[in-house]
């Protein structure tokens, strides 16, 4: 590992990480705004008994995906979070371990 250098542009990845977090908020929106729509339209009998059956399974898919994203971004961003964190951390021990910090 002599000569290798490890770097990381904090703000960077935290910002990535802000990304995710963003990403994960915009998806729990959507699921919510699907299911008012959706329950909106099943309102209506026409509707109801026409293509409630279709709808019910579109939002079902829909709800069931967008939480599966919203927990996968929630994810990226803890883990970037840790990175930041642990290279800090590796940053700061390694200075003391070599003598430079």
Do not use: W
């Not at 770097?7 to 705004?33: H, I, L, P, R, W």
């Not at 009998?45 to 939002?59: A, E, K």
Request: glycine residues 10%; contains cysteine; proline residues 2%.
């Amino acid at each position: 590992m002599a000569g290798q250098v490890v770097q990381m542009d904090y703000a960077v990845v935290g910002e990535v990480s802000k990304g995710f977090t963003a990403q994960s908020e915009a998806a729990k929106v959507t699921g919510q705004v699907t299911n008012a729509i959706i329950t909106a339209l099943l309102a209506n009998p026409f509707v109801s008994m026409t293509i409630g059956p279709l709808l019910q399974q579109i939002n079902s898919a829909v709800q069931q995906k967008t939480k599966e994203l919203s927990k996968l971004c929630d994810e990226f961003a803890g883990d970037l979070k840790q990175a930041i964190e642990d290279h800090r951390g590796g940053d700061y021990e390694g200075k003391h371990y070599f003598g430079k910090g």
